[in-house]
């Protein structure tokens, strides 16, 4: 992919979501008057490695196409669910260990949950009003028995040192 087409699909996206924002707006929605007590809360998170496309993920309480969607119709039944949320996952490969970055606000540390099973990374956490739960595929081996795990400011990172055992250096003849 050529840097004229990457900005080609940012321009593509950035005109979707302005879109998407100047639809809001012009329909007149105020949660406030729609009986809705939660925040609304949405966003995009985008990474890119190398020359792959970018990978583009919501998150948030709300899934913006389908509420979107609904405008103009009659919705009484939309609510944002605490329950609904998804957090902002970023997923970074340094030279030396795997780090995933998930944001939890609202949460005490005593209240999350981290697992492994496999190559799946499970967090839970639930607060007074606040509940997240994210599964998340990790893109390489990692050493079950060395993770640290760190909290703060609403933002949880862990750190999983890399799986090199099956790693063989082949002589070149």
Do not use: C
């Not at 020359?51 to 509420?67: D, S, V, Y």
């Not at 005490?108 to 990374?121: F, H, S, Y």
Request: zero cysteines; glycine letters at 6%; hydrophobic letters at 35%.
């Amino acid at each position: 992919m050529t840097d004229r087409d990457k900005r080609n699909n940012m321009d593509d996206i950035f005109e979707e979501i302005t879109e998407m924002i100047e639809h809001l707006l012009e329909s007149g929605f105020n949660p406030d008057t729609q009986g809705m007590d939660k925040p609304l809360v949405w966003g995009i998170s985008m990474a890119q490695r190398g020359n792959e496309p970018p990978r583009i993920k919501e998150f948030g309480n709300m899934n913006m196409r389908e509420f979107l969607g609904s405008m103009g119709e009659p919705q009484p039944d939309i609510r944002i669910e605490p329950s609904a949320s998804k957090s902002m996952v970023d997923i970074l490969q340094a030279d030396d260990a795997l780090h995933v970055i998930i944001e939890v606000p609202g949460i005490n540390k005593e209240d999350i949950k981290v697992d492994l099973a496999g190559d799946i990374l499970n967090i839970n956490a639930q607060g007074n009003d606040r509940k997240y739960s994210e599964q998340i595929e990790l893109p390489v081996k990692v050493l079950s028995d060395q993770i640290k795990a760190t909290y703060k400011n609403g933002v949880l990172e862990v750190i999983f040192m890399y799986d090199r055992s099956n790693q063989k250096s082949i002589k070149i003849e």
